[in-house]
């Protein structure tokens, strides 16, 4: 039997998959049949069990609010303060007064943030499967900031429309003003807290880990299992995958905030081990978390932004859309809309829809809009899936701990 560790200063690891946990089963009766459930959590989803999929979803939304409601009890007198702040700024913004233009500033920018901090965390956290809204959202939003500050030789488009429509400025602008710097600067803010969001999305599982640790539970998560059977294979490891792990693994533990930056600070689709890592070895929260952020918010979001701007600079564009019309035989057809749609975008910028020019959406636009409508809508399906899986999960552990005490 393990030991549970209490007489020492941390909890001792949990028992893993070679060890007995009690005397009910053996190690590989135990790891087989552990394997069998992992497989059938993994086949309730919507087409192939739609009518349980959708019940076990439901109910493990009603378990989440009921934790979340107990949790907010508990800290009643934070969210007492909160909604004392709230009520406050509601006064503020429905009295009328001199102070209204700063509230409205204040609301843009604040709602603008929000807007793109949530999207980084449904970037990073995904509930399983990440919503990439760098290439659905932020990518495309930097694309057409680029382009219209080539066109329009300026990067001071009248506030509104803009960010909810782009349009050239009237006034004069001067030649050769618009540089790389001053598109990065147009769209820092956006960036930045996109950047932010991903880093607040790398937290769970930072914290699933050093709560396990520290609790010397078993933990509720499949990557965690995972993590502690590779540290206990480290010395037999083969395969590359698992050999990448490790190096991450190694380089985040004895290199601590400059090993972090550095797997932040590049894509990086193994950095969820960095934070299950620093949880285990109980890293501190800021080391991890400012290392994250600086990576991610700073970092990683200034080469992404910078790779943008210049693959759609203007003539970087009309070198693509050239190299199109020279493929044999279907170039000039592909070319076609491309440069159609450009045109229609030029003219969109110096004649802004509701002036007399008619809305017209080219077939890129249209296409476009229904794949970000698939993946939204297969988000959605992976989250209610994944909800299932996690009740049908907690019905498992029950059955579990039902066995060990008869």
Same mark, same amino acid.
């Given at each position: 039997?393990?030991?549970?560790?209490?007489?020492?200063?941390?909890? /001792?690891?949990?028992?893993?998959?070679?060890?007995?946990?009690?005397?009910?089963?053996?190690?590989?009766?135990?790891?087989?049949?552990?394997?069998?459930?992992?497989?059938?959590?993994?086949?309730?989803?919507?087409?192939?069990?739609?009518?349980?999929?959708?019940?076990?979803?439901?109910?493990?939304?009603?378990?989440?609010?009921?934790?979340?409601?107990?949790?907010?009890?508990?800290?009643?007198?934070?969210?007492?303060?909160?909604?004392?702040?709230?009520?406050?700024?509601?006064?503020?913004?429905?009295?009328?007064?001199?102070?209204?233009?700063?509230?409205?500033?204040?609301?843009?920018?604040?709602?603008?943030?929000?807007?793109?901090?949530?999207?980084?965390?449904?970037?990073?956290?995904?509930?399983?499967?990440?919503?990439? *809204?760098?290439?659905?959202?932020?990518?495309?939003?930097?694309?057409?900031?680029?382009?219209?500050?080539?066109?329009?030789?300026?990067?001071?488009?009248?506030?509104?429309?803009?960010? *909810?429509?782009?349009?050239?400025?009237?006034?004069?602008?001067?030649?050769?003003?618009?540089?790389?710097?001053?598109?990065?600067?147009?769209?820092?803010?956006?960036?930045?807290?996109?950047?932010?969001?991903?880093?607040?999305?790398?937290?769970?599982?930072?914290?699933?880990?050093?709560?396990?640790?520290?609790?010397?539970?078993?933990?509720?998560?499949?990557?965690?299992?995972?993590?502690?059977?590779?540290?206990?294979?480290?010395?037999?490891?083969?395969?590359?995958? *698992?050999?990448?792990?490790?190096?991450?693994?190694?380089?985040?533990?004895?290199?601590?905030?400059?090993?972090?930056?550095?797997?932040?600070?590049?894509?990086?689709?193994?950095?969820?081990?960095?934070?299950?890592?620093?949880?285990?070895?109980?890293?501190?929260?800021?080391?991890?978390?400012?290392?994250?952020?600086?990576?991610?918010?700073?970092?990683?979001?200034?080469? /992404?932004?910078?790779?943008?701007?210049?693959?759609?600079?203007?003539?970087?564009?009309?070198?693509?859309?050239?190299?199109?019309?020279?493929?044999?035989?279907?170039?000039?057809?592909?070319?076609?809309?491309?440069?159609?749609?450009?045109?229609?975008?030029? *003219?969109?910028?110096?004649?802004?829809?509701?002036?007399?020019?008619?809305?017209?959406?080219?077939?890129?636009?249209?296409?476009?809009?229904?794949?970000?409508?698939?993946?939204?809508?297969?988000?959605?399906?992976?989250?209610?899936?994944?909800?299932?899986?996690?009740?049908?999960?907690?019905?498992?552990?029950?059955?579990?701990?039902?066995?060990?005490?008869?």
């Amino acid at each position: 039997m393990a030991e549970n560790g209490g007489d020492c200063d941390l909890p /001792q690891r949990r028992a893993g998959p070679k060890e007995n946990r009690n005397g009910n089963f053996t190690d590989a009766s135990l790891r087989e049949r552990k394997q069998q459930d992992r497989e059938e959590r993994l086949s309730l989803v919507l087409w192939r069990r739609p009518l349980l999929t959708l019940q076990y979803s439901f109910l493990e939304t009603l378990i989440t609010l009921k934790e979340w409601t107990w949790k907010l009890w508990r800290r009643r007198g934070v969210v007492f303060l909160v909604l004392v702040l709230f009520s406050v700024f509601s006064m503020a913004y429905s009295i009328e007064g001199a102070h209204q233009k700063y509230v409205q500033y204040l609301e843009k920018k604040l709602l603008w943030c929000a807007y793109w901090v949530g999207l980084g965390i449904l970037s990073s956290v995904g509930l399983g499967t990440g919503l990439h *809204t760098f290439l659905l959202y932020l990518g495309p939003h930097i694309a057409s900031v680029t382009l219209a500050a080539y066109e329009c030789g300026s990067v001071n488009f009248p506030e509104p429309p803009y960010p *909810t429509q782009i349009i050239c400025p009237e006034e004069e602008v001067v030649p050769d003003s618009v540089s790389l710097w001053t598109i990065m600067s147009k769209v820092r803010l956006e960036a930045c807290m996109w950047g932010a969001g991903t880093a607040i999305g790398e937290l769970p599982p930072y914290f699933m880990a050093r709560a396990a640790r520290l609790s010397g539970a078993e933990p509720d998560d499949e990557d965690y299992e995972e993590f502690e059977e590779m540290l206990e294979q480290a010395q037999s490891a083969q395969d590359f995958a *698992t050999r990448a792990k490790l190096a991450v693994q190694k380089m985040v533990q004895k290199v601590g905030f400059l090993g972090i930056l550095a797997c932040a600070s590049i894509p990086n689709p193994l950095f969820d081990l960095a934070g299950i890592t620093c949880g285990h070895f109980l890293i501190p929260f800021w080391t991890f978390f400012g290392a994250t952020l600086i990576g991610k918010a700073v970092i990683k979001m200034h080469i /992404q932004k910078l790779f943008v701007i210049i693959t759609f600079s203007k003539h970087i564009v009309e070198q693509m859309v050239s190299l199109i019309g020279a493929i044999p035989g279907v170039g000039a057809s592909l070319q076609k809309p491309f440069r159609e749609y450009l045109e229609a975008q030029r *003219t969109k910028l110096h004649n802004p829809v509701g002036d007399g020019t008619p809305a017209g959406e080219s077939w890129l636009s249209w296409v476009f809009e229904k794949v970000v409508l698939v993946m939204v809508c297969y988000f959605i399906l992976s989250i209610i899936n994944s909800m299932a899986q996690s009740y049908a999960k907690r019905l498992q552990q029950r059955k579990y701990s039902e066995e060990k005490t008869k």
